[in-house]
């Protein structure tokens, strides 16, 4: 790409109701009061445990295994992204109860699970993700979009744990420059200069906690320089009445998570029999 080539962003610009809105179920189950508070307020929430003993083992398993097929199909660790109605174990991730609860009581009784996308760092992988907004890259509107983080591994800042700016989902969306090659950038393109919006908080998870953050909120992770592996798979999800603006298709391998979109706008992808590399890649 050209310095003069429009970021997604700027292409979007106009078209999206990118506010926050302030989020929390009338009847929470699993958060707080004072939780759904700190989420408005923070844009993040973190430490909540869905996958406990054999759970933790048998996800990290799962994940294994696909690394394993998509590396015999020649892609990379980051390749397995939009691949919830293909893959069952990621299907399961994407209705699991207890990470639903916790979706709900910030979205209220109809999720959307739009997506999901594995982010594993391999050791000493120099690739990073630099800072950014998960909205500059989705055409949705309005901003209803959250995303829960599963730590398959454990996670920290010796390997690269995600970190994010508190509170910079109140901003609306920052200005993004296309990021350059030597950046080895996962993402295309990066906010500058970000530090100057506050001191970032590392999400450090042990295997089988989730972190939950705005789809608004800026955040990023450094290349992995440690020996272990990093891996955290980041699930979607929206309110019903999100829609795809530019009409890209986002609502065809969607699924719902709970309850219902009554509306009919978000397909309701079926349980996939076993695990299969989506058609096109």
């Known amino acids: 790409m050209t310095g003069s080539s429009k970021t997604a962003q700027q292409q979007l610009e106009g078209k999206r109701d990118l506010r ?15 939780q759904i508070d700190s989420f408005n307020k923070n844009g993040y929430l973190k430490g909540f ?16 295994g696909l690394l394993k097929m998509v590396q015999a199909a020649g892609l990379d660790s980051y390749a397995i992204n ?3 109605h293909c893959c069952v ?22 999720v959307i699970c739009l997506g999901a996308h ?42 690269a744990a995600l970190r994010v ?25 990066k906010v500058p200069g970000a530090e100057k919006f506050g001191d970032p908080v590392y999400m450090e ?7 939950i953050h705005s789809d608004l909120l800026l955040h990023g992770s450094t290349a992995n320089d440690s020996d272990r592996r990093r891996c955290g798979v980041a699930l979607r999800f929206c309110a019903p009445d999100v829609r795809d603006v530019d009409a890209q298709g986002w609502n065809s391998k969607s699924i719902w998570a709970l309850g219902e979109d009554a509306e009919g706008y978000w397909a309701n992808c079926p349980r996939p029999q076993g695990d299969s590399i989506p058609d096109g890649l």
Request: proline residues 5%; negative net charge; contains cysteine.
């Open 20 to 34: 926050f809105h302030d989020l929390g179920a009338a009847h929470p189950r699993r958060l707080t009061l004072a």
């Open 49 to 64: 445990t869905v996958l406990e003993g054999r759970q933790v083992d048998m996800n990290r398993h799962y994940f294994d």
């Open 82 to 84: 939009g691949w919830q």
């Open 89 to 110: 174990g990621l299907y399961d991730l994407c209705t699991h109860p207890v990470i639903v609860e916790y979706i709900s009581d910030l979205l209220g009784p109809n």
């Open 118 to 159: 594995y982010f594993c760092k391999l050791p000493h992988d120099s690739k990073q993700v630099s800072w950014h907004q998960d909205a500059a890259y989705w055409p949705l509107s309005p901003s209803k979009t959250i995303t829960a983080w599963l730590a398959v591994d454990n996670v920290d800042r010796g390997n």
């Open 165 to 189: 700016i508190p509170g910079t989902h109140t901003i609306g969306a920052l200005t993004t420059e296309l990021s350059a090659k030597d950046e080895a950038n996962v993402l295309s393109e």
């Open 205 to 211: 998870l042990k295997a089988g906690q989730i972190s």
